[in-house]
């Protein structure tokens, strides 16, 4: 996958975003020197978004997330947002891995976001979804996170907006 480099990025923090080996960022980009914004850099493992039939659309306000097919809404599933609307980071990302059964408050998958320290997850209080809630994360039905992971594979396009 191709990531194009943000303002204030390092080469260290897209490897953190991506949970990918520094090394295996380096060796995948030979010759890689400074960076400097709209460079595009190669992610080892991760698919191209643009070769993925699905893609998720997350809107905070309505506190909704819609799956697509090749542009066409297959379902809207509610979710839980950051306590602060502004808590869950909106702009586009990838799924880049996944856990099932992670422990903790995240229910029975986490869906890691190519932006460290997010995800989408199920959780372990139902009675949240609809709110806002969470650390920035977003939540959803432990029923509906596992529908999802089934469907999307890591390398799908997520984009978040208010």
Same mark, same amino acid.
């Given at each position: 996958?191709?990531?194009?480099? $943000? ?28 960076? =400097?914004?709209?460079?595009? +850099? ?6 191209? &978004?643009?070769?993925?039939?699905? /893609? ?12 697509? $097919? ?6 809207? =599933? ?8 502004? #808590? ?6 990838? +799924?880049?891995?996944?856990?099932? #059964?992670?422990?903790?408050? =995240? ?18 209080? &139902?009675? /949240? +979804? ?20 089934? +469907? ?8 978040? *907006? *208010?």
């Amino acid at each position: 996958m191709i990531h194009t480099v $943000k303002p204030g990025e390092t080469l260290a923090s897209i490897a953190a975003n991506y949970r990918v080996n520094l090394h295996r960022l380096y060796a995948a980009n030979p010759g890689i020197g400074h960076l =400097f914004v709209g460079q595009k +850099i190669q992610i080892p493992g991760l698919p191209e &978004p643009d070769t993925i039939p699905y /893609s998720i659309q997350i809107t905070v306000r309505k506190r909704r997330l819609a799956l697509y $097919k090749n542009g066409g809404l297959v379902k809207i =599933f509610p979710i839980a947002v950051g306590k602060m609307l502004t #808590n869950t980071p909106t702009g586009e990302y990838v +799924i880049v891995n996944r856990q099932l #059964n992670p422990g903790g408050p =995240f229910g029975v998958m986490w869906l890691s976001l190519s932006r460290q320290g997010y995800g989408i997850h199920g959780t372990n209080d &139902p009675s /949240s +979804i609809g709110k806002a809630v969470s650390h920035g994360c977003v939540r959803m039905y432990n029923r509906d996170v596992l529908q999802l992971s089934e +469907i999307v594979p890591n390398g799908t396009r997520v984009i978040i *907006q *208010q």
